[in-house]
């Protein structure tokens, strides 16, 4: 499969017609899965984020078991800027993890060409949902597992995909997401997904 920083095909696609405006790209997935942290490390604007300190109101609210260091959470969406070449620029959508926000979701995911579900494996049921709306709404996918330095077992990718009951068309990747290189690794395997599905579809049409 070509890389998708390599030339555009010569034949136009409703792919490449939306990238001149730009894509829309949404990072969902569970509370503190590190969707802020990704759209931080690969965007080459400075992202404008929606945090606020967590503070004793959420306590009972907030399900913080298995992240307890976190001090900040997103209450709207994170914003990001990232171009792949010099005709295609993804606006990075990142989505609120908490389920108090997820009423947000169906809004952000409108006109997005595509999603990363980012997973912590200490809390994998938390991106069922996520899944569970992309699926509904037909946006393609990746599945991006980020990996935190955990004493917890290290799934491999085909258990974690029977965990996640995912389809095998659907990209899974390893990453990090503090990591400007591994968030970007993950960018392309989604704009590839992308590519393979305009391409199919146009032979199917
Ligand atoms: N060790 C480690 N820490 C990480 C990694 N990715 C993110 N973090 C940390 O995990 C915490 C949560 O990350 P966030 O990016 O805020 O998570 P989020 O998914 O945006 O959280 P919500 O928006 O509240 O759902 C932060 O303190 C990050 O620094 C990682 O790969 N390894
Ligand atoms: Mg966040």
Same mark, same amino acid.
């Given at each position: #499969?070509?890389?998708? @920083?390599?030339?555009?095909? =010569?034949?136009?696609?409703?792919?490449?017609?939306? $990238?001149?405006?730009?894509? /829309?790209? %949404?990072? %969902?997935?569970?509370?503190?899965?590190? /969707?802020?942290?990704?759209?931080?490390?690969?965007?080459?604007?400075?992202?404008?984020?929606?945090?606020?300190?967590?503070?004793?109101? +959420?306590? +009972?609210?907030?399900?913080? $078991?298995?992240?307890?260091? /976190?001090?900040? @959470?997103?209450?709207?969406?994170?914003? +990001?800027?990232?171009?792949?070449?010099?005709? #295609?620029?993804?606006?990075?959508?990142? =989505?609120?993890?908490?389920?108090?926000?997820?009423?947000?979701?169906?809004? &952000?995911?409108?006109?997005?060409?595509? =999603?990363?579900?980012?997973?912590?494996?200490?809390?994998?049921?938390?991106?069922?949902?996520?899944?569970?709306?992309?699926?509904?709404?037909?946006?393609?996918? %990746?599945? =991006?597992?980020?990996?935190?330095?955990?004493?917890?077992?290290?799934?491999?990718?085909?258990?974690?995909?029977? $965990?996640?009951?995912? /389809?095998?068309?659907?990209?899974?990747?390893?990453?990090?997401?503090?990591?400007?290189?591994?968030?970007?690794?993950?960018?392309?395997?989604?704009?590839?997904?992308?590519?393979?599905?305009? &391409?199919?579809?146009? +032979?199917?049409?």
């Amino acid at each position: #499969m070509g890389s998708a @920083t390599s030339e555009l095909p =010569a034949q136009r696609t409703p792919l490449a017609d939306a $990238a001149e405006t730009g894509l /829309k790209i %949404v990072v %969902v997935g569970g509370f503190g899965a590190g /969707k802020t942290t990704l759209v931080r490390s690969v965007s080459e604007i400075r992202p404008l984020n929606t945090e606020e300190v967590m503070t004793q109101a +959420g306590q +009972g609210v907030d399900e913080t $078991a298995g992240v307890e260091r /976190k001090t900040t @959470t997103t209450v709207a969406f994170d914003f +990001g800027r990232i171009s792949l070449n010099q005709r #295609m620029v993804l606006y990075l959508f990142g =989505a609120p993890g908490q389920e108090r926000f997820w009423f947000l979701w169906d809004r &952000l995911f409108s006109g997005t060409l595509g =999603a990363i579900v980012l997973v912590d494996t200490r809390r994998m049921e938390d991106s069922w949902y996520a899944i569970d709306r992309l699926e509904h709404l037909k946006t393609p996918f %990746v599945v =991006a597992i980020n990996r935190f330095d955990s004493d917890e077992p290290q799934f491999s990718l085909d258990e974690i995909r029977q $965990a996640l009951a995912l /389809k095998d068309h659907v990209p899974m990747v390893d990453c990090d997401a503090r990591v400007r290189s591994s968030g970007k690794e993950v960018l392309i395997t989604l704009v590839d997904h992308l590519y393979a599905l305009a &391409l199919s579809q146009e +032979g199917t049409s």
